[in-house]
């Protein structure tokens, strides 16, 4: 069975420009996580996805981060413009369900630097 | 609001030997979830251990086991036989609708 995937894994932006990262989870995984990992931190949930509906993105800062899950399968996560403090790892992970006691796997991640 | 301490920033253990990192929650849920990740240096978070709130027995994989204890709130992994490739950064984390929480991580480094 294919893990979560991430493209791209790395990337290196200037600040005040755009970036996307793409994520596709685990088949037949109706959640979908994107998480923001600032280095020596544990992972912060931005928002999650039940199939194509937002379930929580009250952490998400919205004034320059988007995500979307048209479909229901993948997602993409979107910063216009970047600060510098946007440098970090962004995780996706999906989980069967939306539960408490659902296991989340995750993907690879996507290292961003923003000089 | 839930809260997950981890208050080893750091721990060594010997090749073969077993090791304990502590981990502590709080929740007013009374239903949630508590697991255990690995991330190596890829980057990675690598799924270990679940225990449930309602389990009455400690989870066991493998070389690794969880110290449930409900009362202290508090659920400890424990590597057994460690091993080289057991050097990486472990995070707790708790569940309780859904939205995971995680705690601030122990990095563990296996001497041989």
């Known amino acids: 069975e294919a893990g979560v995937a991430q493209s791209p894994r790395y990337k290196i932006i200037e600040k005040r420009q755009s970036v996307a990262f793409w994520c596709n989870p685990i088949s037949g995984h109706a959640t979908l996580y994107w998480y923001q990992q600032i280095l020596g931190q544990g992972p912060k949930l931005l928002i999650q996805f039940q199939n194509n509906g937002v379930v929580d993105d009250s952490q998400l800062p919205k004034d320059r981060f988007s995500a979307e899950r048209l479909k229901g399968v993948d997602s993409t996560l979107k910063i216009q413009p970047a600060k510098l403090e946007d440098s970090a790892v962004y995780l996706c992970a999906s989980s069967l369900n939306l539960a408490w006691g659902e296991t989340q796997y995750f993907g690879p991640g996507t290292r961003l630097l923003v000089l | ?112």
Request: include cysteine; charge should be neutral.
């Open chain 2, 1 to 112: 609001a839930q809260k997950i301490t981890q208050t080893q920033p750091g721990m060594f253990v010997q090749e073969k030997e077993a090791v304990t990192l502590d981990c502590t929650y709080d929740t007013s849920d009374p239903s949630y979830g508590l697991f255990w990740y690995k991330q190596p240096s890829s980057g990675e978070m690598i799924f270990l251990i679940y225990q449930g709130s309602y389990d009455q027995q400690n989870a066991t994989e493998g070389r690794y086991s969880l110290n449930f204890q409900k009362a202290r709130k508090s659920a400890n992994l424990v590597i057994s036989a460690s091993q080289l490739g057991d050097s990486a950064m472990y995070f707790c984390a708790m569940s309780a609708l859904g939205d995971m929480r995680f705690g601030a991580g122990t990095r563990l480094t296996v001497k041989p």
